[in-house]
């Protein structure tokens, strides 16, 4: 065996976009869905960008029929002349360079979101074809590329009155998964930017199918928090507060409702962080400090009671914070959290003055919001209590786990998982069939509580739901510690019916609002047992769609063959539900993932909120879709 030569040799230099198309997902993310919609964010972020420096009034967004996307603006247009340290063009050189862009400098953006410098350039390298018309100096400039490198130089195509830059781009197929845009994916994403950028017009067409949708909002923010409540039954009006401060614009926006949850939306230049940041921490410290001086200046809370905590102030709160600023030092390329020190302090002195202003102008809002934080107090007080019985007698002090739970041997969590199945019946065969080194079951009784329309102290009280929780080990609420969690894998696992799809529902439901690290964490999983038998003599096979089970009859061809349909699990027994759901070498699951949380907070609260109309509209709208309906 010879020892392996290292030497300058080895030295591998990735010159140009190169990187980019060897390591995409260091700049994207991933090179599925999101990381091709990431290429879509890129572009239009950059025409947002002219339009908060107030450039650009317009922007088109076409999904054309060869599965190319452009993006067009009527801002200033991408500069043409040559620049001084690469000799090209600068079009060609944004398109063409990393870290090269108009927002390094200050001179070209007070403010932007893209200020890594990656955004086209990537783009460009991800694409097999892009083309760039820029609008500019009373003239057309026109440049194409392949696969990043261009094809050829620039060239002048004519007049022009107008201004802007168009960026037409096809992805790469042997770079990403699959190359279809998603309309709903695009549209959700462009209403959002049309909130947040007051006086621009977003359009999107999809040339397709010829869907279209056209987003313009004059009040901004407010008008996002309005559209995020359109089902809710709200407390009051929206309160908006906006101040322009030396550290930057600070936006704030929201409502209360009757609801239990809380939905925070931040945005920093534009950027959605989901993760926060210190834009949301200035939020909430000046949000539970002002609510609970106001409180006692009025005596709406007694001299010997607490103060409101600050889940006491978020539950029912929708609120939308945006901020804009010069420098925004993001955390990571993905820029899902905010790190401006200077942004806490900004948003806490801006929200805090005009917030006080609002309740002391508008005693009888005040006086419902301060309502409602009193009534979630004592929930949560009474939730503790609640939850220290039922925890304090569980699986974190070492005592008993539930009755039903068939535990796996296995302590470790990365090898375990739990199967929630519905009914005795199921877990009869779920436990006789199961690998029990790895796989545990635990058996529902009837549909758990609907969680949507309860106070945690309520659902502690349900025994299905305890049983899930001591299960899980995570605790809850405020004990929640994702660290805990016994298994990492799981499996909600109902009948193909319509009470299996509502217990689904019910159980998607409570995993949202009460565990959600564990859906971001990638733990929770739908099998996916399947809906037919078709055997032809002593040979049978499995369909889990109508499709399957009609290629599995075209397969059998002349021969004899009889049907089974599945309604529920207990149908099967323990061979055939291990053979079908269970061997992870055989089975299908879906991993529960959010890709857009306002969207999935929308759902929730239509199918399972307490108001009835939203819910009639859904099933009206969604009626002629149902399959496999039994009546």
């Known amino acids: 065996m010879t020892k392996e030569e290292y030497s300058a040799d080895q030295i591998q230099v990735l010159e140009g976009l190169a990187a980019v198309r060897k390591r995409p997902g260091m700049y994207i993310g991933t090179t599925d869905v999101a990381g091709l919609h990431h290429l879509v964010w890129e572009i239009v972020d950059n025409s947002i960008d002219e339009a908060m420096a107030g450039h650009c009034e317009n922007i088109l967004v076409q999904i054309h029929e060869d599965g190319s996307l452009s993006v067009q603006d009527d801002g200033r247009g991408i500069p043409v002349d040559k620049h001084k340290t690469t000799g090209k063009s600068a079009l060609e050189t944004v398109l063409t360079v990393l870290h090269a862009g108009g927002k390094f400098g200050g001179g070209g953006y007070k403010v932007s979101g893209g200020l890594h410098g990656v955004g086209v350039s990537v783009v460009n390298a991800l694409s097999s074809q892009l083309k760039a018309e820029v609008k500019r100096n009373g003239k057309t400039y026109v440049q194409e590329y392949a696969k990043g490198d261009a094809q050829g130089g620039l060239k002048e195509e004519g007049k022009s009155t107008e201004t802007g830059t168009k960026i037409s781009f096809t992805p790469d197929p042997t770079i990403f998964e699959h190359t279809d845009f998603d309309f709903d994916t695009i549209n959700n ?134 901020v804009k600023l010069g420098d925004p030092q993001f955390e990571g390329q993905t820029k899902s959290k905010l790190g401006n020190a ?63 739970l068939a535990d796996c041997s296995s302590k470790d969590p990365s090898q375990s998982e739990i199967y929630i199945v519905e009914g005795d019946s199921a877990g009869g065969s779920a436990k006789q069939g199961r690998n029990r080194e790895f796989q545990a079951i635990l058996p529902l009784r009837g549909k758990i509580l609907n969680v949507e329309q309860a106070r945690l102290d309520k659902m502690l009280a349900n025994n299905e739901v305890k049983n899930l929780v001591i299960a899980l080990g995570t605790g809850i609420g405020e004990t929640f510690s994702l660290e805990r969690l016994r298994y990492h894998r799981i499996v909600i696992m109902t009948d193909a019916d319509v009470d299996g799809a509502h217990i689904r529902t019910l159980l998607l439901t409570l995993f949202f609002r009460y565990f959600r690290e564990v859906i971001d964490g990638g733990y929770l999983y739908i099998a996916q047992p399947p809906l037919y038998k078709v055997q032809a003599g ?72 307490s108001e009835v109309a939203p819910r009639k509209k859904f099933i009206q709208t969604h009626a002629k879709r149902v399959k496999n309906l039994d009546i």
């Open 189 to 322: 994403r462009l209403r959002q930017q049309a909130y947040l950028t007051k006086g621009v017009t977003i359009r999107i067409q999809d040339l397709r199918d010829g869907r279209k949708a056209m987003f313009y909002f004059e009040g901004g923010i407010r008008s996002y928090v309005q559209h995020i409540n359109r089902d809710k039954d709200a407390l009051g009006s929206v309160i908006y507060v906006e101040k322009d401060t030396d550290d930057g614009l600070v936006e704030v926006a929201l409502q209360y409702t009757q609801a239990y949850q809380e939905t925070v939306f931040t945005f920093a230049n534009n950027i959605h962080t989901t993760e926060g940041g210190m834009h949301l921490t200035g939020f909430r410290t000046a949000l539970t400090r002002i609510l609970n001086s106001y409180a006692r200046k009025n005596e709406l809370i007694k001299e010997k009671d607490k103060n409101f905590s600050s889940d006491d102030v978020r539950e029912g709160l929708t609120a939308v914070i945006s």
């Open 342 to 404: 200077e942004m806490r302090t900004a948003v806490e002195s801006v929200f805090s003055e005009l917030f006080e202003e609002y309740l002391t102008e508008n005693p009888n809002d005040a006086r419902s919001i301060i309502g409602k934080c009193s009534l979630a107090q004592r929930a949560r007080l009474a939730a503790r209590a609640a939850r220290d019985t039922v925890i304090r007698k569980g699986a974190l002090e070492g005592m008993t786990l539930p009755g039903k």
């Open 538 to 609: 002593k040979t049978a096979k499995y369909a889990y769609s109508d499709k399957q089970r009609d290629d599995i009859i075209k397969e059998f061809g002349d021969r004899k063959y009889g049907i089974q349909r599945y309604k529920g699990l207990g149908e099967m027994n323990a061979d055939q539900l291990w053979d079908t759901t269970m061997d992870p070498e055989k089975r299908t699951m879906m991993r529960v993932t959010i890709d857009d949380a306002e969207k999935a907070d929308h759902i929730f609260q239509t199918l399972m909120g």
